[in-house]
């Protein structure tokens, strides 16, 4: 099969992952609380260990990307992916659930920094930004379509569409083996010295690259306070919705509610991300910075109010206004990142961003998970929506620099 170009690959990647995420995502959390039957703290547990995964694998993982063929890391990913989400589905057991989050979070180590690097050699920093966004526009679209194919697939079995997502992940690994061309990058010796010699050498550039920009910095703290506060609100939030009690849909499943509470989010996703990409400069740090920081007082704002909810349509409500907007984050940190940092190592340092990330759940999720146990899943939440305050000196901070031109 002849290679294709670079960014219409990249929309097909950001589209075929959008459907099979959510295909599996739709139904995953209620699989847990309801077949597996796990109580908040492990439910917080199964994201910790997936992102304890995403910290020890993040940089080997960013490091070999940049050294050797981020076109391979992302594949092998992708087949990681898949073979976690088959896992998970097959044995309903919390212990084989831990051991998916494993696989699988490895297999995303592969694919974040890689991908995103990827697309930035191959069409361009300026362009890079943009794409992000529309990449995330195209996955919010085909989102839609993996939960209305999740809720159908769930009406024979609620492991079916996390099956099936796994198997297709690994049709997404195949597809790309043959189309996925990777031009600009200039690969690394071949023997396994040299490789590992490239391998440290590009780690430590990329460590020098964190340490001399301090923007870096703080952009990585905002990053690991923002990921330790919205890890329970990811993991809780169907249990309190299911605490609450659902309306009464005759002899459909309940799972058709969560589906259908998914499909809105998804919908106001698409007009929200829309209006953020016509109105954000993502070439300027400090637009990137004021767009983040309003996300993030919205978001902190929408869990809160999820959390004291005692009414279902209340809950929803509130539930639509973070869930609406969190799918901006991610692509606009990147491109704020993708500003400071140098092509040859920005593979890593979108690793050690992600590696942020995940410090941040490790150390706010069991906490929560735990205050979960004892008290209840809604201070939980409640909780991890104030704690995002944390944020709001080091944005500060950052519009400082932004305005000294030290960035």
Known sequence: ???????????????????????????????????????????????????????????????????????????????????????????????????????????????????????????????????????????????????????????IQLNVPILVGGGLFFGLAIYLLFTMPETDFKKAAEDSLKLWASTKETFLQGLKVVRTQRILVLIFIIVGIYSMTTEAFDRLWTKHVLDIGLPDLGNLDNIVWFGMINAVSMILGLIATEWIKRRVDTNTNKTVAKALFIINILVALGIAGFAIANNFWWAVFAFWLPMSLRGNVEPLVQAWVNQSTKPEVRATVFSMQSQSFAIGQVVGGPILGQIGNVFSVSIAILISGLLMILMVPFYLMSLKLNNKGDS
């Open 1 to 155: 099969m002849k290679k294709l170009s670079a960014y219409p690959v990249y929309l097909t990647i950001s589209g075929v992952q959008g459907f099979l995420f959510w295909l599996v995502v739709t139904v995953n959390l209620v699989y847990h609380v309801t077949v597996v039957q796990m109580n908040p703290l492990q439910l917080v547990l199964v994201g910790t260990v997936l992102e304890l995964s995403v910290f020890l694998f993040e940089i080997p993982t960013g490091v070999v990307a940049d050294a050797y063929s981020r076109r391979r890391s992302v594949i092998i990913g992708y087949a990681l992916i898949g073979l976690g989400f088959v896992v998970e589905g097959a044995i309903p057991r919390f212990e084989t659930v831990l051991l998916a989050q494993v696989i699988w979070g490895i297999g995303f180590t592969f694919t974040s920094g890689a991908k995103e690097a990827w697309i930035s050699e191959e069409i361009g920093e300026k362009q890079a930004g943009k794409a992000f966004l529309r990449g995330v526009q195209v996955g919010q679209a085909t989102a839609l379509l993996g939960m209305i194919a999740s809720v159908a697939l769930a009406s």
